[in-house]
């Protein structure tokens, strides 16, 4: 609908600019989730590590981490792997 709020037009912009990604979970149910809600538990470890030693003082520390969580989220992914294995065969090749 028209208004002549400007909060409103750039919030009816950025759903017109969405529209065909605002529902997709509706057109595949039970094969996409309709919440974040996986990506944000995925994350808590990382925000919670950085929040109780204050982040990292050098970039190779915290780009260590992050292939390292990278390594055991994807071994978590593949049934019956185990994340210490995934890990020392990443490391050994």
């Known amino acids: 609908a028209p208004t002549s709020c400007d909060l ?8 017109r600019r969405a529209r065909d990604q605002l529902l997709t979970f509706a057109h595949w149910p039970g094969l996409v989730e309709a919440t974040n809600n996986a990506c944000e538990r995925a994350l808590r470890p990382a925000v919670i590590q950085r929040k109780v030693t204050n982040g990292y003082r050098a970039m190779w520390a915290a780009e260590g981490e992050a292939d390292i969580r ?13 994340a210490f294995k995934t890990i020392l065969q990443t490391v050994s090749t």
Do not use: E, F, M
């Not at 409103?8 to 759903?15: E, I, M, Y």
């Open 70 to 82: 990278t390594v055991v989220d994807t071994a978590r992914l593949g049934p019956g792997t185990n």
């Open 8 to 15: 409103a037009r750039a919030l009816q912009s950025k759903v």
